[in-house]
Each structure stands twice: as structure tokens, then as C-alpha cells.
């Protein structure tokens, strides 16, 4: 059974900066596109970062371009996001998926973590 397992959450005050790490129970972790994504309370899923598989070439959503980065390290199975400059707006659950050989989207992974929580006060 497969796990992605999210840690790294907290509370932090506006400018501050976090990094979440999800570890991957795969065997082939190189194998796998992996991707960051975030639910604020009351609205809908959103893509926040990528990484490929193939080549380690990223994606931003235009929201947080310039302040967050997605990193990935092969021998430890693991998957970051550096957080910098953070604002209140960037509170939300934050949960990283995972995908064979493929571009994860918000509707096409195969497998999803359990979340950690990100706060950012005023």
C-alpha cells in the first residue's frame, strides 16, 4: 500500500517562511510526478506546485510564482515545498499527490496524501 505522508505545517506569521516534505512509501519514487496542492476553508482544491518525473522541469500556480519552490530528492523519497513570504491568503490544508510516469492534476493522480495544515496570521 502506498503513502504519501505530509509533515512540516504549523502556524507562522505573514512574511515568515515553512517547508512541507512529503514522503513516498514507493519503490520507484524517480518514477513518479509529484505535485502540491491546497484547500482553504470554504473553497475548492487548487493546484499550487509541480515537479516531473522525467526531467525534475516545474510548475507554479501564478499565485504563489516567485515565493514558493517545489524540490524533490530521489534517495529519500521525498518531495518539498519551501514556503517564503507566506500571506494569510496562503492558509489552507496542504495535501502533495503523486502519479506513475505522468503530469499529476487536481483530477488525474494516483495517490493523495492526508494533508498538513498552513497558517499564516496577520
Known amino acids: 500500500q502506498v503513502q504519501l505522508v505530509e509533515s512540516g505545517g504549523g502556524l507562522v506569521q505573514a512574511g515568515g517562511s515553512l517547508r512541507l516534505s512529503c514522503a513516498a512509501s514507493?519503490?520507484?519514487?524517480?518514477?513518479?510526478?509529484m505535485a502540491w496542492f491546497r484547500q482553504a476553508p470554504g473553497k475548492e482544491r487548487e493546484f499550487v506546485a509541480r515537479?516531473?518525473?522525467?526531467?525534475?522541469?516545474?510548475n507554479y500556480a501564478d499565485s504563489v510564482k516567485g515565493r514558493f519552490t517545489i524540490s524533490r530528492d530521489n534517495a529519500k523519497n521525498t518531495v518539498y515545498l519551501q514556503m517564503n513570504s507566506l500571506k494569510p491568503e496562503d492558509t489552507a490544508v496542504y495535501y502533495c499527490?503523486?502519479?506513475?510516469?505522468?503530469?499529476?492534476?487536481?483530477?488525474?493522480?494516483?495517490?493523495w496524501g492526508q494533508g498538513t495544515q498552513v497558517t499564516v496570521s496577520s
Open positions: 499527490a503523486a502519479r506513475y510516469r505522468r503530469v499529476v492534476t487536481i483530477t488525474s493522480y494516483d495517490y
Open positions: 514507493v519503490r520507484t519514487f524517480s518514477n513518479y510526478g
Open positions: 515537479i516531473n518525473w522525467s526531467d525534475g522541469s516545474t
